[in-house]
């Protein structure tokens, strides 16, 4: 709950005058059974028609206040939490960008989804609705069992009784909820999980005629989440019934009391009956506002812990101005498992200010991790790595970033201008450096015969243009960034051979004197590299210039007989 009041702190001012404005309109709604006894008692009564009119003026004006309080609360409780809901949702999605990736891969994208989705909204719709429960509950249950008390202590105490019935029925309900919302947001989570799974492989699903397999996992995870959800509402839902039959009951025993009390003793009026209904009724109320808060807070409680977690989860927090360093890479004894068996084992390998390595391997060999452990994204590794000299374990993570520029192997394309994407790499370029970079990168044709040049619109993911043309934009992303060190992940796939030799061409002028890391699948893209590093299933088994793998390292003359001798 700490958690939850820090976040509201921002709103104080605001929630306290909606705190404000519901005791009005509670206080106004609390005034109108009095002057209701007045009006049967002094008006109906009495045939006194000015008393009745003066009394229905003045619940009218009543009427009226606490309609206007209500409706300026409901403005405000919208725009409220549609900015915590909104700041709240900022903050989670800045703090997952920080967040290494043990700790993002601790709790997932999908949990990450229903957590920054539905447990966002429960926070944002307890916390507008807080005001009306701190006010409301003690205005309606004190005030109305205190005004009932002054109307007739007998009927007063009837009402009373059912009050530790409905809280004992409120107990016992709320501590069986609680694990069922629980258990239903892990099935949230686990939906997610497995939607986002079909998405990415639906074609693979039917291709192997996977799609009963896969509808069979929905099912699974569909029921479970249903009946925890059915459960938890069936429970939630037996309180309101319950709770009225027990104030309806007592409604019909303070009418029968009171109408015995008035035929047998006179001593007590219509009006008092009629009032002591009406404070019942707000009684009840409050008994059922309390009711609901208690029943909601399970819920509200699992919420919380599981937003709470992610602002708890470890962050690589990284200065916005590093020191670039000079483009001397050493590795050595590099051991990295994500969990099971390694995906790097006992590796070692250098790289010289102004070399160009190749790193040569099969799907699988390892190659991927490399690049995010020279990257810094990972720290729970076995062995050392230096950047000019520097250990990983003690450099500034912010050195490393501005050391190094990478194409990764996605092609990352966002939405916007071909411009911004490439300036990704130096917001600070000026178009002629953006366009520099676009000529080396052999894509500076394509968008210059677009009619808007480089304000050529490109969909996310990077829809509307070709897998070549990504990886282009991506490369020219990369070497518009000044830095020591530049890693090409597999970034010439999708190329053809000529485009590949251009670019290269173009490449090892513009980056002459700096370091460059090509990892490829390609042999003639590995075979033109000053050193040659080859791996296996995470390990090294082979280093040298072309020629010299070609005579000392089967796996490498393998890769070269299936590639180029092969197709001969």
């Not at 404005?21 to 609390?30: D, G, H, I, K």
């Not at 008035?262 to 109320?285: E, K």
């Not at 084992?345 to 991790?369: H, N, P, Q, R, Y």
């Amino acid at each position: 709950m700490k958690f939850f009041f820090g976040r509201l702190r921002p709103y104080r001012g605001r929630l306290a005058l909606m705190g404000c404005l519901e005791f009005v309109s509670a206080v106004c709604t609390l005034l109108l059974p009095y002057f209701m006894t007045s009006i049967v008692d002094e008006g109906i009564r009495l045939q006194d028609m000015r008393a009745i009119a003066v009394y229905a003026a003045i619940m009218a004006a009543l009427s009226i206040v606490s309609l206007a309080a209500a409706a300026i609360v409901a403005k405000e409780s919208a725009q409220v939490g549609a900015s915590l809901a909104a700041e709240l949702q900022k903050d989670i999605f800045r703090k997952v960008n920080s967040l290494t990736f043990e700790a993002y891969a601790s709790v997932g994208t999908s949990s990450f989804l229903t957590r920054q989705t539905q447990d966002v909204d429960i926070f944002r719709d307890v916390a507008t609705s807080m005001a009306y429960f701190v006010v409301n509950i003690p205005v309606f249950f004190i005030g109305g069992g205190v005004l009932a008390f002054l109307a007739d202590w007998t009927l007063a105490l009837i009402m009373l009784a059912a009050i530790p019935v409905i809280l004992l029925l409120v107990s016992v309900i709320s501590r069986r909820v609680g694990p069922l919302w629980e258990l239903t947001d892990k099935m949230f989570d686990k939906q997610n999980a497995i939607v986002r799974e079909r998405l990415a492989g639906i074609r693979v699903i039917r291709a192997f005629d996977k799609e009963n397999f896969e509808h069979d996992r929905v099912s699974r995870a569909t029921n479970v989440m249903s009946d925890a959800i059915v459960k938890a509402n069936i429970m939630s839902g037996l309180l309101n019934p319950c709770c009225l039959f027990l104030i309806n009951a007592v409604t019909v025993a303070i009418v029968a009391v009171g109408a015995m009390k008035m035929t047998a003793q006179g001593m007590l009026s219509a009006g008092d009956v009629v009032a002591s209904m009406q404070y019942t009724a707000l009684m009840a109320n409050g008994v059922l506002n309390i009711s609901w808060l208690l029943v909601w807070f399970p819920e509200l409680r699992v919420s919380l812990r599981r937003i709470a977690e992610i602002f708890s989860l470890e962050s690589a927090e990284i200065g916005q101005n590093g020191k670039k360093r000079r483009g001397r890479l050493e590795v050595r004894g590099l051991t990295f498992s994500y969990g099971g068996a390694p995906a790097l084992e006992g590796v070692d390998f250098s790289l010289d200010e102004g070399e160009i390595v190749g790193i040569i391997g099969g799907t699988g060999a390892g190659k991927t991790t490399l690049v995010k452990l020279l990257l810094g994204f990972y720290e729970n590794y076995e062995g050392e790595l230096f950047l000019d000299g520097v250990s990983y374990r003690s450099a500034d993570k912010a050195d490393l970033r501005a050391s190094i520029a990478v194409a990764l192997q996605k092609s990352m394309i966002f939405e916007g201008t071909a411009a911004s994407n490439i300036k990704m790499g130096n917001a600070a370029a000026s178009d002629e450096e953006m366009r520099r970079a676009a000529q080396i990168a052999q894509i500076d044709d394509f968008f210059s015969a677009q009619k808007d040049g480089y304000d050529h619109r490109l969909s996310q993911m990077g829809t509307n243009i070709s897998g070549g043309q990504k990886q282009r934009v991506n490369i020219a992303r990369t070497i518009l960034k000044d830095a020591s060190v530049y890693i090409f992940d597999d970034s010439f796939s999708a190329l053809d051979f000529l485009t590949e030799s251009r670019l290269r061409r173009a490449l090892n002028g513009y980056l002459a004197g700096r370091s460059q890391i090509v990892i490829t699948q390609r042999i003639s893209t590995a075979m033109h590299c000053d050193r040659i590093y080859v791996l296996d299933q995470g390990k090294l088994v082979g280093t040298g210039t072309h020629g010299q793998l070609l005579s000392s390292c089967p796996v490498y003359r393998e890769i070269y007989d299936s590639q180029l001798r092969g197709g001969l």
